[in-house]
T-cell receptor, first 115, second 114 residues
Framework: AQSVAQPEDQVNVAEGNPLTVKCTYS??????LFWYVQYPNRGLQFLLK??????LVKGSYGFEAEFNKSQTSFHLKKPSALVSDSALYFC?????????????FGKGTMLLVSP | DAGITQSPRYKITETGRQVTLMCHQT?????MFWYRQDLGHGLRLIYY???????DKGEVPDGYVVSRSKTENFPLTLESATRSQTSVYFC?????????????FGPGTRLTVL
C-alpha cells in the first residue's frame, strides 16, 4: 500500500521569508511524487513532480521540492514567500512499480503568508 | 472552452434523492477520476476510469455509481443521497497513463445533503 503524510495542518510564514511544507511517503517500490496547490473555491493545480533523476525539482511559481530517498521525504520549498502563495498544498504519491496505480494524496497543509 | 468542467457547481438536495454530478473534459484524456474532499481527510478517490466503458473502484466507492459511455464524460451518481455524502467533489483527468502523468482537476461541485 502507498501512503502520504503531511505532518503540519498549517504553516505560517512572513512574506519574504523562505517556506517549507513537509511531506513524507511510503511505497513498496519507487515513487512518483507530486505537489498540488488549491486556492479557495478552486480545483487543484499541478505544481511539480519527481519522476527520476535530479533530486531537486523545480516547478511553477518559483516552487521547488527536494526528493530524499533515505528519509522518504519530498518537501516543498520556496526561497521567498509571497502573500499570494497562501493556499492549501497537497502532496501525492504513486508507486511506479505497481503498474498503473492511482494517486494517494496527503491531507493537505494550509500555508498562510503574512504581509 | 478547453479543459475540464463540472456541473452543477453547487447543489443542495435531500436525503434519499438521486443526484448526478457531471464531468466533461475536452482533451480526450483516457483516464478520469472522481474524488471527494472533506476536512481532515484530504482527497479520497471514489471511482476512476481508464477508458470508455472501463471503470474501477477507489477508496470510498460505497453509495456511488459511475458510467463512461464517451471518453469525454464521466458522470457520478449518488443513487440515494445521505448526509455523509455532503462534500466537495472533484473530477480529474490524465493522459498518458504511464504513471508519471499529472492529473488535471475540475473546479469542483459543492454538494449539501439535508
Amino acid at each position: 500500500a502507498q501512503s502520504v503524510a503531511q505532518p503540519e495542518d498549517q504553516v505560517n510564514v512572513a512574506e519574504g521569508n523562505p517556506l517549507t511544507v513537509k511531506c513524507t511517503y511510503s511505497v513498496s517500490g519507487n515513487p512518483y511524487l507530486f505537489w498540488y496547490v488549491q486556492y479557495p473555491n478552486r480545483g487543484l493545480q499541478f505544481l511539480l513532480k519527481y519522476i527520476t533523476g535530479d533530486n531537486l525539482v523545480k516547478g511553477s511559481y518559483g516552487f521547488e521540492a527536494e526528493f530524499n530517498k533515505s528519509q522518504t521525504s519530498f518537501h516543498l520549498k520556496k526561497p521567498s514567500a509571497l502573500v499570494s502563495d497562501s493556499a492549501l498544498y497537497f502532496c501525492a504519491v504513486r508507486d511506479m512499480n505497481s503498474g498503473y496505480s492511482t494517486l494517494t494524496f496527503g491531507k493537505g497543509t494550509m500555508l498562510l503568508v503574512s504581509p | 472552452d478547453a479543459g475540464i468542467t463540472q456541473s452543477p457547481r453547487y447543489k443542495i438536495t435531500e436525503t434519499g434523492r438521486q443526484v448526478t454530478l457531471m464531468c466533461h473534459q475536452t482533451w480526450s484524456h483516457s483516464y478520469m477520476f472522481w474524488y471527494r474532499q472533506d476536512l481532515g481527510h484530504g482527497l479520497r478517490l471514489i471511482y476512476y476510469s481508464a477508458a470508455a466503458d472501463i471503470t474501477d473502484k477507489g477508496e470510498v466507492p460505497d453509495g456511488y455509481v459511475v458510467s463512461r459511455s464517451k471518453t469525454e464524460n464521466f458522470p457520478l451518481t449518488l443513487e440515494s443521497a445521505t448526509r455523509s455524502q455532503t462534500s466537495v467533489y472533484f473530477c480529474a483527468s490524465s493522459d498518458p497513463p504511464g504513471g508519471s502523468d499529472e492529473q488535471f482537476f475540475g473546479p469542483g461541485t459543492r454538494l449539501t445533503v439535508l
